[in-house]
C-alpha cells in the first residue's frame, strides 16, 4: 500500500524566499507523484507531476520538485514565493493502478 | 484534458435527506472517482465509479450511505444518503484516463459540491 507524508501543514515565507514543501512517500512499487495546489474555493490544479523519467520535474508557475528514492522524497520547490502563490499543496502518490492517494496537505503563506 | 463539471456547485441541506451530485466530463474516460474533502483537511477517496458496473469503495465508506452510478464513460452521480452534520464536506469528481497510461495520465477534478447539513 501507498501513502504519504507531507511535512508541515502550514509553511509561512516572505515575498522573493525560496519555497520548500515537503514531501515522503511510501510505496511498495515504483511511484507516480505529484504535486496539486488548490487555491481558495476551486479545485485542484496539476502544478507537476514525476513519471519515471528525469528526477527533476518542472511545473508550472515556476515550481519544480526532485525525485529522491533514497530519500523517499518528492519536495516542492520555488526559488523566489509571489504573494499569489499563497494556497494549499498537496502531493500525491500513484502506485499499481489509478488510484492516487493524497497527502494532507500544507498551506502556504506569503509575506509581504 | 479534460473538463469536468458538477452539479450542484453547492446546497445546503436538512439531516436526513438525500443530494445526488452529478459529474459530467467532456470526453470519454477510463477512471471515475469521488472524494471527500473535509472542512480544512485533505482529499479522501469515497470510491471509484465503475461504468455498468457497482462502484468499488473505499474502506470506511459503503453503498447504502454513497450510492453511485456511472451509465457511460462521460457521467456519473454519487449520492449522499440519510445525511447527518458530519457530511458536510466538499465532495469532488474526479477523472483520470484520457490516454489509458497510468504514468502519463493527469487526474482531473471538478470544481466540487460543497454541501452542507443542518
Known amino acids: 500500500a501507498q501513502s504519504v507524508t507531507q511535512l508541515g501543514s502550514h509553511v509561512s515565507v516572505s515575498e522573493g524566499a525560496l519555497v520548500l514543501l515537503r514531501c515522503n512517500y511510501s510505496?511498495?512499487?515504483?511511484?507516480?507523484l505529484f504535486w496539486y495546489v488548490q487555491y481558495p474555493n476551486q479545485g485542484l490544479q496539476l502544478l507537476l507531476k514525476y513519471t519515471s523519467a528525469a528526477t527533476l520535474v518542472k511545473g508550472i508557475n515556476g515550481f519544480e520538485a526532485e525525485f529522491k528514492k533514497s530519500e523517499t522524497s518528492f519536495h516542492l520547490t520555488k526559488p523566489s514565493a509571489h504573494m499569489s502563490d499563497a494556497a494549499e499543496y498537496f502531493c500525491?502518490?500513484?502506485?499499481?493502478?489509478?488510484?492516487?492517494?493524497f497527502g494532507a496537505g500544507t498551506r502556504l503563506f506569503v509575506k509581504a | 484534458s479534460a473538463v469536468i463539471s458538477q452539479k450542484p456547485s453547492r446546497d445546503i441541506c436538512q439531516r436526513g435527506t438525500s443530494l445526488t451530485i452529478q459529474c459530467q466530463v467532456d470526453?470519454?474516460?477510463?477512471?471515475m472517482f469521488w472524494y471527500r474533502q473535509q472542512p480544512g483537511q485533505s482529499l479522501t477517496l469515497i470510491a471509484t465509479?465503475?461504468?455498468?458496473?457497482?462502484?468499488?469503495?473505499e474502506s470506511g465508506f459503503v453503498i447504502d450511505k454513497f450510492p453511485i452510478s456511472r451509465p457511460n464513460l462521460t457521467f456519473s452521480t454519487l449520492t449522499v444518503s440519510n445525511m447527518s452534520p458530519e457530511d458536510s464536506s466538499i465532495y469532488l469528481c474526479?477523472?483520470?484516463?484520457?490516454?489509458?497510461?497510468?504514468?502519463?495520465?493527469?487526474?482531473?477534478f471538478g470544481p466540487g459540491t460543497r454541501l452542507t447539513v443542518l
Open positions: 510505496s511498495s512499487v515504483p511511484p507516480y
Open positions: 474526479s477523472v483520470v484516463g484520457t490516454s489509458g497510461s497510468p504514468s502519463t495520465d493527469t487526474q482531473y
Open positions: 465509479a465503475n461504468q455498468g458496473s457497482e462502484a468499488t469503495y
Open positions: 470526453s470519454q474516460v477510463t477512471m
Open positions: 500525491a502518490v500513484r502506485a499499481g493502478g489509478f488510484k492516487t492517494i
